[in-house]
């Protein structure tokens, strides 16, 4: 089965840029796509095919995808940016999340 | 307003069945690919099933296998997720969405709110 790998935990200062990194066998090959989530909240889709912003979302969010290894990247990082941070991707006609990261905002 | 609408959750023994509901508003349902996915207490995202436009198409899990059966009824706007054999590692919130087309396909553009599974004894 296809897994994808991201760090547990990233701290970043307001108004600084955090960059939150998820890991697959030739992740680069694979569109990636990007969700926060709030406690409580269901999920919200911030970055499509690598690095593609949906309506709403802040130019502040965006993304690459190379080799083995995807990364989103909040620039001038908010408060309220403070969440839960899952990729996903399709393998083989199924979807695959990573494990989610903690992303704290102090 | 384009919105998802969850229901059914319930408490049920191991063993048990359920069936899960998801009330479509707001865009045109038959159009779009939808999915379950679901979240344990304190921990990721899951991705359970998914259904082509049409039901011609559905994909699995693989530790739901066998056990549950995703369905749609695109004259009521309705996604379906029938539960047997339920464990308690099924224990989870179970959130149905819309695979968004108009982004060339793959993400996952609107979710319900979640309808929660507890499976205990």
């Known amino acids: 089965s296809y897994e994808l790998t991201q760090p547990p935990s990233v701290s970043v200062s307001p108004g600084q840029t955090a960059s939150i990194t998820c890991s697959g066998d030739e992740l680069g090959h694979k569109y990636i796509y990007w969700y926060h989530q709030k406690p409580g909240q269901s999920p919200v889709l911030v970055i499509y095919?690598?690095?593609k912003r949906p309506p709403g979302i802040p130019e502040r969010f965006s993304g690459s995808n190379a080799g083995n290894t995807a990364t989103l990247t909040i620039s001038g990082t908010q408060a309220l940016d403070d969440a839960d941070y899952y990729c996903?991707?399709?393998?083989?006609?199924?979807?695959?999340f990573g494990g989610g990261t903690k992303l704290t905002v102090l | 307003e384009v919105q998802l609408v969850e229901s059914g959750g319930d408490l049920v023994q191991p063993g048990g069945s359920l069936r899960l509901s998801c009330a479509a508003s707001?865009?045109?349902?038959?159009?779009?690919?939808m999915n379950w996915v679901r979240q344990a207490p304190g921990k990721g995202l899951e991705w359970v099933a998914n259904i082509k436009q049409d039901g011609s198409e559905k994909y699995y899990v693989d530790s739901v296998k066998g056990r549950f059966t995703i369905s749609r009824d695109n004259a009521k706007k309705s996604l379906y997720l029938e539960m047997k054999s339920l464990r308690v590692d099924d224990t989870a919130v179970y959130f149905c969405?819309?695979?968004?087309?108009?982004?060339?396909?793959?993400?996952?553009?609107?979710w319900g709110p979640g309808t929660m599974v507890t499976v205990s004894s």
């Open positions: 969405a819309r695979d968004g087309q108009q982004l060339g396909g793959g993400a996952f553009d609107v």
């Open positions: 996903q991707a399709w393998h083989s006609s199924t979807v695959v």
């Open positions: 095919q690598d690095n």
């Open positions: 707001g865009f045109t349902f038959r159009s779009y690919w």
